[in-house]
């Protein structure tokens, strides 16, 4: 079943940029790729299940939530 948008008559999309400034986007066209990847990401190798995958990827994100709070990083 297709979610429905915040209005009804409006279609959902997602966009995948080709990098922060667009320096992947050339070859992600040209072999029809959706090249998706996080710098902020550590080695995902030693990740032994779901669980500690979703840990290493949410590390970021924290780091970069904490970073852009109102009343700045956490000390």
Do not use: F, Y
């Not at 079943?1 to 209005?7: I, L, P, W």
């Not at 040209?30 to 990847?37: Q, R």
């Not at 669980?51 to 109102?70: C, F, G, H």
Request: charged share 30%; hydrophobic share 35%.
């Amino acid at each position: 079943m297709r979610e429905k948008s915040r209005h009804d008559n409006e279609p959902l999309a997602w966009l995948v940029r080709g990098g922060r400034d667009g320096e992947i986007e050339s070859e992600a066209l040209a072999e029809n790729l959706a090249i998706v990847a996080w710098r902020g990401i550590g080695d995902i190798s030693t990740c032994e299940n779901w669980q500690a995958l979703k840990a290493e990827v949410r590390r970021p994100i924290r780091r970069l939530l904490r970073a852009s709070s109102p009343t700045g990083p956490a000390s």
